[in-house]
């Protein structure tokens, strides 16, 4: 494997990552400013990560809602010169003011290069995953 190979796929997993312990500050750092998110839980298109950031806010403070765990498997990361397509399967557990949930989805994760050779998210998308 490359150097960029292994770097990216580092750069996905630090997100994951993020995401699974809850470092919501870590998490939202790892997508560019311009980033966009495809939800099949949200009915549009959110066009930045601040819109995406105070969506979870909303989540949070209406909902109670709160990453527990998240798992990621069936994992393949395409390099495609400075984009890099990230493909795998989540089981997350949430938590919400309704109790403790397991949600099964899929998800693409898009990075670019950055100047630094640092790889960033510009885009999200999640799906439920099929029964």
Same mark, same amino acid.
């Given at each position: 494997?490359?150097?960029? $190979?292994?770097?990216?796929?580092?750069?996905?997993?630090?997100?994951?990552?993020? *995401?699974?312990?809850?470092? %919501?500050?870590?998490? *939202?750092?790892? =997508?560019?400013?311009?980033? %966009? =998110?495809? *939800? $099949? @839980? %949200?009915? /549009?298109?959110?066009?930045?990560?601040? +819109?995406?950031?105070?969506?979870?806010?909303?989540?949070? #403070? +209406?909902?109670? =809602?709160?990453?527990? !765990?998240? +798992?990621?498997?069936?994992?393949?990361?395409?390099?495609?010169?400075?984009? !890099?397509?990230?493909? $795998?399967?989540? @089981?997350?557990?949430?938590?919400? %003011?309704?109790?403790?949930?397991?949600? $099964?989805?899929?998800?693409?994760?898009?990075?670019? /290069?950055? !100047?630094? #050779?640092?790889?960033?998210?510009?885009h999200e998308h999640l799906s439920a !995953?099929?029964?």
């Amino acid at each position: 494997m490359s150097n960029d $190979h292994d770097t990216a796929l580092a750069a996905a997993d630090a997100l994951i990552a993020a *995401f699974a312990e809850g470092r %919501t500050d870590d998490y *939202f750092a790892a =997508f560019a400013p311009d980033a %966009t =998110f495809v *939800f $099949h @839980t %949200t009915g /549009r298109r959110l066009e930045s990560t601040q +819109e995406y950031r105070e969506l979870w806010q909303q989540w949070s #403070d +209406e909902d109670g =809602f709160r990453v527990l !765990a998240c +798992e990621s498997a069936d994992r393949r990361l395409q390099l495609l010169g400075d984009t !890099a397509v990230f493909t $795998h399967s989540v @089981t997350t557990r949430v938590t919400t %003011t309704a109790g403790e949930d397991v949600l $099964h989805e899929r998800e693409t994760i898009v990075l670019r /290069r950055t !100047a630094g #050779d640092d790889w960033q998210a510009v885009h999200e998308h999640l799906s439920a !995953a099929p029964e």
